[in-house]
């Protein structure tokens, strides 16, 4: 896939649950492409990134915000077909300057990503969860 074939986008007008297929890779239970579509409505923001010719969303960023002090990112994902083409890196670089205005922008990750998020700018940090996963689908 040619980096020009790739849109990106920060709204979700026009966007139908046909077009969300394929995220949650390796989720036990995965969240419905209609329940995604509800969760990137329901976020703060959202930037996708677009295959310009079939339309289908192939990466993605949702984070929340109390949009006073602070905003968390739960999800950011590429399908894995277009993983390792820097369209991570893009939607990490676009909202981490979207979110600039924030004195705090968290997230929790894996230690394997910790290079990743530390060339986008973030610094490592300890951090705390809970995971109810009879609610992993999100219903
Ligand atoms: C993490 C993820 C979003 C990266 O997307 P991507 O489009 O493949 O990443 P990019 O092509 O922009 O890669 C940017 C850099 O990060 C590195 N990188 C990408 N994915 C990585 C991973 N899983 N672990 C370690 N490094 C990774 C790349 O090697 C690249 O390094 P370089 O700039 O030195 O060449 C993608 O692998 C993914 O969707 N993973 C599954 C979901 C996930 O783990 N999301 C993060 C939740 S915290």
């Not at 950011?76 to 979207?98: A, C, D, W």
Request: aromatic share 10%; net charge positive.
């Amino acid at each position: 896939m040619r980096k020009r074939g790739i849109r990106y986008k920060s709204v979700c007008k026009g966007i139908t649950p046909a077009n969300l297929k394929g995220f949650f890779v390796g989720w036990p239970k995965k969240p419905s492409p209609a329940a995604l579509l509800k969760i990137l409505k329901k976020s703060s923001y959202v930037f996708l990134a677009v295959d310009a010719k079939s339309k289908n969303i192939i990466g993605l960023i949702s984070p929340v915000s109390d949009k006073t002090l602070s905003a968390y990112i739960p999800l950011l994902e590429v399908l894995p077909e277009y993983r390792g083409k820097g369209i991570g890196k893009e939607l990490i670089r676009r909202m981490l300057g979207r979110l600039k205005k924030y004195y705090m922008i968290d997230l929790l990750c894996d230690p394997g990503l910790r290079k990743f998020y530390e060339s986008a700018g973030m610094k490592p940090s300890l951090g705390m969860r809970v995971r109810n996963y009879k609610r992993q689908a999100g219903c």
